[in-house]
């Protein structure tokens, strides 16, 4: 059977996937019943060649149009390089948070994409605004660069509102430094950010609990339980610190704008044992850097690139008339 008539057939049985950054949101809502739905977008080439080819970031535009529009076009699109000046800073201390502990354990789920923590129950209020946690779910390495710098992983809660604005915590995770735990930190006063004292920081017991199980999940639209989560631990370190706030966009489809961004000063951490057995079944998962917020779009950028690259081989392989 040629190439393009089993790609057909491919795409044809494909369910309709709406795993992504907002799954449990109103722009992707969870599916009823036991199924957990795998996304149809990727981080990689051509792991599943669909009609449309390739699944990773480049081509997130192509794979739904065109509802996916704005991951080629938008120009505060998300994540960024968190560089002074493209955020400001709101101290944990200025808003409101509650996250329900989960003493019956929690659902998590691999959704191809993503480990995903389905909460039961949470709050964010900002301003006048306020938001109910959906989920949380990891990126690895981090989404977000922090001065230019990559980070281990990163955690996304996301928190939608009653009238279905976005708000995404995201908290970097490191891996921890047992030995230089009780060093004190102190902050950078531009940043907000904690700076490690001596060395790094322990690992947080709600990571280490999740991920005990994540093995379990190994395989995309699977499910486990998780034993019980307390998420006080999380809240108060979140509290303490400060957010880099701007607003941006879902780091995956559709890419749509509008989300605020809560880039925690914080840092998680997990032992390396937990960081490598989170990467065996997670593998990678970050979106490319975008551009500044308010600049154009890295693809159009690319496009205008691609086609003065052309122009400039017609003329360098033009014959002789
Ligand atoms: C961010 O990185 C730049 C260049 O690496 C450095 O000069 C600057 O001090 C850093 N800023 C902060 C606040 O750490
Ligand atoms: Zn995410």
């Known amino acids: 059977m040629g190439l393009t008539l089993r790609a057909l057939i491919l795409a044809a049985s494909a369910t309709r996937v709406l795993a992504s950054c907002a799954h449990g949101t109103f722009l992707r809502p969870r599916a009823e019943g ?110 977000h660069l922090d001065n230019g710098t990559s980070q281990a992983m990163e955690m996304h809660m996301v928190f939608q509102s009653a009238n279905q604005e ?43 609990t999740v991920f005990s199980v994540v093995d379990q999940i190994a395989t995309p639209g699977t499910k486990t339980t998780t034993p019980p989560l307390v998420m006080s631990e999380v809240v108060d370190v979140l509290k303490a610190n400060a957010f880099q706030i701007y607003s941006g966009s879902l780091t995956t489809p559709p890419c749509s704008e509008g989300v605020s961004w809560h880039v925690s000063t914080a840092r998680l951490a997990v032992t390396t044992a937990t960081f490598v057995k989170a990467r065996d079944v997670i593998g990678f998962n970050a979106r490319f850097p975008q551009n500044t917020p308010g600049e154009p779009n890295l693809l159009m950028v690319s496009a205008l690139g691609s086609a003065a690259a052309a122009v400039a081989a017609v003329g360098a392989g033009a014959p002789a008339a």
């Open 34 to 143: 036991d199924t957990v739905e795998v996304a149809n977008f990727g981080y990689t080439g051509t792991i599943t060649i669909n009609l449309h080819g390739e699944q990773g970031p480049l081509n997130w535009a192509a794979l739904e149009t065109p509802a996916n529009g704005a991951c080629a076009t938008g120009s505060r699109q998300s994540p960024i390089d968190m560089v002074e000046g493209v955020f400001e800073i709101l101290e944990g201390s200025n808003v409101e948070l509650t996250v329900n502990d989960m003493p019956d354990g929690a659902e998590f789920e691999n959704l191809g994409t993503t480990v995903e923590v389905i909460t039961q129950g949470g709050n964010l209020k900002v301003g006048e605004k306020e938001f109910e946690l959906q989920q949380f779910h990891f990126h690895l390495p981090s989404e």
């Open 166 to 208: 976005i708000a995404v915590i995201g908290t970097y995770i490191n891996i921890a430094d047992a030995a230089a735990a009780e060093a004190p930190a102190k902050r950078s006063r531009i940043f907000g950010r904690q700076e490690a004292g001596a060395g790094g920081a322990a690992a947080t017991t709600l990571l280490e």
